[in-house]
């Protein structure tokens, strides 16, 4: 907690946190009102007046000295990737079209593509660094991501009624079919570890992958249909594309998990209808008989699966804190042993909790 100090002209500060920038205008203000009274105002005095220290005064000045006020990070300047090249949105979507053209396309194509296209030099380095911060891969790519969230804008608002309709005329809401994917690591059920209580030892991370650092992507499908097995989900180490995907959506139609009349239901993330998914939603109404149904941006709450990576996660944070973390198992063996043992019960709760009738 950040404590209260007193600067040494007796005004008051938080420790650790800078002035806002209601605090800077005023300061401007004020040096502006003595320059135009008396012609003159110095650091020193301007801190004297508003009891600020002087570093904060000098501030003050060059912002009122370098025009109208504007309001200014304070700090490390966040530079992200392609900054220092003063790369645009234009920029960024050029390579990736150029990865949707052809995923497997080197590194070195990418550098002399983008090179002849917009004159910038860039290294293999660089384009290995976008497609791990910024590139599909990380999902940053997609429309939604390119604004501020919006999530109660008029065009949101609209779209989340079109749903909430479409829904509400279902003859049988059964028939819905709801799919994500989710990146998880070993280290992220290893949170916690349960102290002994007769000794008061909090035991140690005795696990096959308790500091690993390898990332899995796991596709899940939920559904209230199938009484037997209501979780399909597979759990992969390779990058979640929409490739990945699509296979996905096979593998459900070749086991039956989706079947003519079903509505799938998928966020409008890239990967679900972009790229070689492009023609998926057709493909699927006309070849199997399967309504492919986008989510309105970000209503993460009307997706059950989204529970359903909560409850996994959760009961495997608990069975490894029960056992003193002494576990010798594959991580991604446990996830799809989570997802095999969910019951029918707990996706219709599921369901429920979403809005959904069952």
């Known amino acids: 907690m950040s404590s209260v100090n007193v600067n040494a002209n007796g005004g008051f500060y938080m420790n650790g946190q ?8 005023t300061l401007i203000s004020r040096y502006q009102s003595i320059m135009d009274q008396e012609g003159e105002c110095s650091i020193r005095k301007l ?15 060059i912002l009122s000295n370098e025009g109208p006020y504007l309001s200014k990070s304070r700090g490390r300047p966040k530079g992200g990737i392609g900054s220092s090249f003063d790369m645009t949105a234009d920029h960024h979507m050029f390579i990736y079209r150029l990865y949707l053209e052809l995923p497997s396309r080197p590194l070195e194509d990418y550098c002399l593509l983008f090179y002849q296209a917009t004159g910038i030099s860039v290294s293999n380095m660089f ?10 891969f990380k999902g940053r790519m997609r429309l939604t991501s390119l604004f501020p969230p919006k999530n109660h804008s008029p065009k949101n608002f609209l779209l989340f009624n079109e749903y909430l309709d479409f829904i509400e005329r279902i003859d049988d809401q059964r028939r819905l079919v709801f799919t994500d994917e989710k990146p998880m690591k ?7 570890v349960r102290r002994d209580p007769m000794t008061g030892e909090v035991p140690p991370h ?13 596709f899940a499908a939920i559904s209230v249909k199938n009484v037997q097995k209501p979780v399909e989900a597979v759990v992969l180490d390779l990058i979640g594309d929409s490739i990945v995907f699509q296979h996905f959506v096979l593998w459900l139609l ?7 009349g079903d509505i799938f239901v998928v966020d409008n993330c890239t990967i679900h209808m972009q790229g070689v998914n492009e023609f998926l939603v057709d493909a699927l109404w006309y070849n199997h008989n399967v309504a492919m149904v986008p989510l309105p941006p970000y209503c993460p709450e009307l997706n059950p699966t989204e529970l359903a990576f909560n409850t996994m996660q959760t009961r495997i944070t608990a069975k490894r804190s029960r056992a003193k973390a002494k576990i010798t198992d594959d991580f991604s063996d446990a996830i799809q042993d989570e997802f095999d043992c969910m019951s029918i019960i707990d996706t219709e709760g599921f369901f429920r909790h979403c809005g959904y009738k069952v």
């Open 127 to 136: 384009i290995s660094r976008w497609f791990n911060s910024i590139g599909p």
């Open 18 to 25: 800078g002035f806002d920038d209601a605090k800077y205008a």
């Open 206 to 218: 005795i696990a096959k992958e308790a500091n690993s650092t390898k990332r899995y992507n796991i």
């Open 254 to 260: 070749d086991i039956g998990f989706l079947q003519p």
């Open 186 to 192: 070993a280290t992220m059920s290893y949170g916690k």
């Open 47 to 61: 801190a004297l007046d508003m009891q600020v220290s002087r570093e904060t005064a000098r501030k003050a000045v």
